[in-house]
Structures are given as structure tokens and as C-alpha cells.
């Protein structure tokens, strides 16, 4: 099992920042990435950004050039920075561990971003 947990969210205004951060532990070995998702009140999860254990990153198209996208791999760990915030940015985001053998998808309990004045 891989256990992940998240943390770093809160409220913050619009065009303030926030950095995430995802912990994996447990059965790490054969990860080979990770992600960042979130989901709306209403709307379906939707991914935010992807990491590669070699360091490639993918982005939604709503959240390029504002979040960044980073990982420890010493430490098992993955950030989310968000700069820019706006109000639909406001959701659970969730990590994903992805490995090669099962489970192949581990989530985290989520962490709540509110961006409101």
C-alpha cells in the first residue's frame, strides 16, 4: 500500500499564491509519477499537472504559466505551486501516486483551496 497525504491548502485572495504538497510512503518503490488533480463543487475531477519521476511535466491548459509543478524524489514528495490564484481555481485538489506495479493509483483525502477576497 502507499499511503499519500496532502497538505498546504487554505483561503487565500485572488492573484495570491499557495504551494501543495504531497507525501508518499508506504510501498514507493516503482513510482514513476505523480499528480496533481482537483474537482469543483458540481464538476468532475479534472487533472491540474503531472510530474514524471524523470522530471516531465504536464500542464492544463488553465493553469499554464501560473502553477508549477515539482518533486522531491529523495524525500517521495511532490509541490504544487500556484501563483495567480482566481476564484475558479477554487477546488479539492487531490495527489495521485502512479506506479508500474499494483496498486497503480494511490489518492490522497484531498486539501480544500478557496480563493476569495
Known amino acids: 500500500q502507499v499511503q499519500v497525504v496532502e497538505s498546504g491548502g487554505g483561503l487565500v485572495q485572488p492573484g495570491g499564491s499557495l504551494r501543495l504538497s504531497c507525501a508518499a510512503s ?7 509519477a505523480m499528480d496533481w488533480y482537483r474537482q469543483a463543487p458540481g464538476k468532475q475531477r479534472e487533472l491540474v499537472a503531472s ?3 524523470g522530471g516531465t511535466t504536464t500542464y492544463a491548459d488553465s493553469v499554464k504559466g501560473r502553477f ?3 518533486r522531491d524524489n529523495a524525500k517521495n514528495t511532490v509541490y504544487l505551486q500556484m501563483n495567480s490564484l482566481k476564484p475558479e ?5 487531490y495527489c495521485n501516486v502512479r ?3 499494483a496498486p497503480y493509483d494511490s489518492w490522497g ?3 480544500q483551496v478557496t480563493v476569495s477576497s
Open 99 to 101: 506506479r508500474s506495479i
Open 89 to 93: 481555481d477554487t477546488a479539492v485538489y
Open 109 to 111: 483525502q484531498g486539501t
Open 68 to 70: 508549477t509543478i515539482s
Open 26 to 32: 508506504g510501498s514507493i518503490f516503482s513510482i514513476y
Open 51 to 53: 510530474i514524471t519521476r
